[in-house]
């Protein structure tokens, strides 16, 4: 094998290591039908080596253009030696990007930025490997694992099958149960708000635009996925199925079937568009939305959103109408959605992620920063992924629409809220309602502990590798205690004790568990494995192609303008927002709106989505 060294046992790479691993030998020698443990259990290969199983006991780590060479390739080449002497750690560039305002200022508006921004680009997507690899049931190179786009895929194989402990060779036989581990370290015991002053709007549009590709198929398996589009392509809005589209469309004028409730437009019931809803069985059809997602029926901050891309939808359609008379229903209704696709990816880039970033860098959404780079325009969505964007922490213990309070009994599945208050009054509400921590341990509301709950199963029956073969993975350091992990002793110990090793926790709970990084929402993991995911992602959809990025596509210099121009400000009419801008100017006045822990305004480079931030169109 090319690039690979045979071995029969991890080598003397460190005596101690392998003194380990010849106690865990003699331990589990049952644990394989053959009485020998399969030494890709003990995750060998280094530095994105591959390691493959040769004979009864021995292995084999391919290091093929990986940079580095050896047994388990661990001994770098002369320019892998020399770049990781000058590559910074992720915590020093995190410092240098979250503070000094001032030089970002000056950075942001020269050319410079251009540069940053395409360096962001090319080495995030390079950790995400294209074509996809491996999947739940293929943890090596096939076919299948391509082309089956009925998989999530992954970036690192399953754990063997055959390993002594469910994390391959180090901790317990067996994982601490996971009721347990979420009530004890995952319930929130009260609430804390983000540090940052992220509201619920942010908090509502993170469901709302993930949700069109974390769609986990239950009847095939937790593995597979019912978003075959694998990235934005609103399938929250158009459905997920041709069936599913045509049910919802008007078929004029390319719009959206709609209904007007008050003189404002919202999306039909299933009465008129007779499309498959998840609705508690009380509730008649008479009270249910029809929108692309099926499940966005549980929340009313999902339905703002739904309603707001639903009327922009229907507006572009106006615009291309006006410039396109000739055009058919069915290409006023394509040219549309990829107006509406380019809009969502430069606001996702340029508002959501800034936030998330808390980058004085600002980020901007140019695809032709990567024409003339190798790159490719497919995506595929990861199961880490998916299991990595469960923040149900963000979720207050209570929701106050317009000063009265509502529980999560009285606001999941509440039909009538949405019209009863309105667009306006709801966004209003959500933007001044702050969001909670999502990092750090102890962040979840006991309403949504059980989805934490069944993340912990679902990673357990997928067999995904511990925490710290992931953080190995996306170029961070393995943590060596859970002292390091947490900053809490006593959290520490405890963590111990269900564990027994570090190398053993889990990939979900660590990254929950992980101390927050300074003012942040969550910790240096969370954001170094997600980033990479979210801007291939991002800048893979074939829109952002040099065969598609151009204003043809998008039916003229208008349509192209959209995009080009696109902002949370602009997504919400200034009609919707009238009453909301006066209502928050007043309360700003007054310095109601200040988070009490947030008084240094030079930690929070984007105020957006802020609890103290106005909405975007005062």
Known sequence: MGGGCRARAPPAAGLRLLLAHAVLFCAAGSAAGT?????CCYFPCQNQGVCVRVGLRGYECDCTRTGYYGVNCTSPEFW??????????????????????WFWDIINSTFIRDTLMRLVLTVRANLIPSPPTFNSDYGYISWEAYANVSYYTRVLPPVPDDCPTPMGTKGKLQLPDPQLLAERFLLRQKFEADPRGTNMMFAFFAQHFTHQFFKTSGKMGRGFTKALGHGVDLGHLYGDSLQRQHQLRLFRDGKL????????????????????????????????????????????????????????????????KRDHPTWSDEQLFQTARLILIGETIKIVVEDYVQHLSGYYLSLKFDPELLFGSQFQYRNRIAVEFNQLYHWHGLMPDSFIIQGQEYSYKQFLYNTSMLMDYGV???VESFSKQIAGRIGGGQTINANVLHVAVGVIKESRQLRLQPFNEYRKRFGMKPYKSFQELTGEEEKAAELEELYGDIDALEFYPGLLLEKPQPNGIFGESMVEIGAPFSLKGLF????????????????????FEIVKTASLEKLVSARTWRSTCRTLRSTA????????????????????????SLPPLC
């Open 589 to 612: 006045a007054l310095g109601l709106l200040d988070h009490p822990q947030s008084s240094s305004r030079d930690h929070l480079p984007s105020e957006r989505w802020g609890y103290r």
């Open 257 to 320: 079937k709609f209904q007007v409730v008050d003189g404002e437009v919202y999306p039909p019931m299933v009465t008129e568009a007779p499309v498959h809803m998840v609705y508690p069985s009380g509730v008649p059809k008479e009270q249910q939305l029809a929108v692309g997602q099926e499940v966005f029926g549980l929340l009313p901050g999902l339905c703002v959103y739904a309603t707001l891309w639903l009327r922009e939808h229907n507006r572009v359609c106006d615009l291309l």
């Open 35 to 39: 009485g020998s443990v399969n030494p």
């Open 540 to 559: 893979g959809n074939p829109i952002c192609s040099p065969e598609y990025w151009k204003p043809s596509t998008f039916g003229g210099a208008t349509g």
């Open 80 to 101: 892998t030696r020399l770049h990781n002497l000058l590559k910074p750690s992720p915590a020093f560039y995190h410092f240098i990007l979250t503070h000094f305002k």
């Open 424 to 426: 306006e009054a709801l």
